[in-house]
């Protein structure tokens, strides 16, 4: 077990509708980052925040949005969703004190029908 | 801003052959650099750490800061090494500070 807990970890939901997916990172880790797997494809950066405030942003789309919240739980919400967003989401903490490992959660497995 | 490559998008050796998984990377500093493994789309765990210098499964890896690369070795490849490998950096700096590679899926035939 990593600490970082994804919930749900599966969501099926129809196009067009909106989701929220949720981390909690390991305690005492301010950095969360969200990555999205598609089948057969590697990691793609979406998101990253640290204490609160974004850090970096990725190839995310607009319909996407993410936030951390004052207990360092991060939530994305994905909306107006669309067939190829069916995907693994992963969700990831690191210190981010200094240059250091980054833990994984399972991931949220969505699928869009 | 840092950079992660990965050449092979697919490896495959067969059982008992050398693997070698190529990772180069692009940054200024003095980075940490990671291999995390992916088994069946499960959660990404850390194999390597370069500041450990440690042999997990049987894989090691080097960090080479004149050529920039850490490749992942194992002298000799089992089947249930079949997996997705991430090389993956970490910088202390502003902007994001955990990049990965594109992933190579190595497949251990029989």
């Known amino acids: 077990d990593s600490g970082v807990t994804q919930t749900p970890k599966h969501l099926i939901t129809a196009t067009g509708q909106r989701v929220t997916l949720r981390c909690s990172p390991r305690?005492?880790?301010?950095?969360v980052y969200w990555y999205q797997q598609s089948l057969d494809q590697g990691l793609q950066f979406l998101i990253q925040?640290?204490?609160?405030?974004?850090?970096a942003k990725g190839n995310i789309l607009e319909r996407f949005s993410a936030q951390q919240f004052p207990d360092l739980h991060s939530e994305l919400n994905l909306s107006s969703l669309e067939l190829g967003d069916s995907a693994l989401y992963f969700c990831?903490?690191?210190?981010?004190?200094?240059?250091?490992?980054?833990?994984f959660g399972q991931g949220t497995r969505l699928t869009v029908v | 801003a840092q950079r992660v490559t990965q050449p092979e998008k697919l490896l495959s050796v067969f059982k008992g052959a050398p693997v070698e998984l190529k990772c180069n990377y692009s940054?200024?500093?003095?980075?940490?650099l990671f291999w995390y493994v992916q088994y069946s789309r499960q959660r990404l765990q850390l194999l390597l750490r370069?500041?450990s210098r440690e042999s997990i499964k049987g894989f090691t890896a080097d960090l080479n800061k004149g050529e920039t690369s850490f490749h992942l070795k194992k002298p000799f490849a089992q089947e249930e090494d079949s997996a997705m490998y991430y090389c993956?950096?970490?910088?202390?700096?502003?902007?994001?500070?955990?990049?990965f590679g594109p992933g190579t899926r190595l497949s251990v035939l029989p």
């Open positions: 993956a950096l970490s910088a202390d700096n502003y902007g994001q500070n955990f990049v």
């Open positions: 925040y640290y204490n609160g405030e974004e850090r």
């Open positions: 370069h500041i």
């Open positions: 990831a903490s690191s210190v981010t004190t200094g240059a250091g490992e980054a833990f």
């Open positions: 305690s005492g880790d301010l950095s």
């Open positions: 940054y200024s500093g003095s980075p940490e």
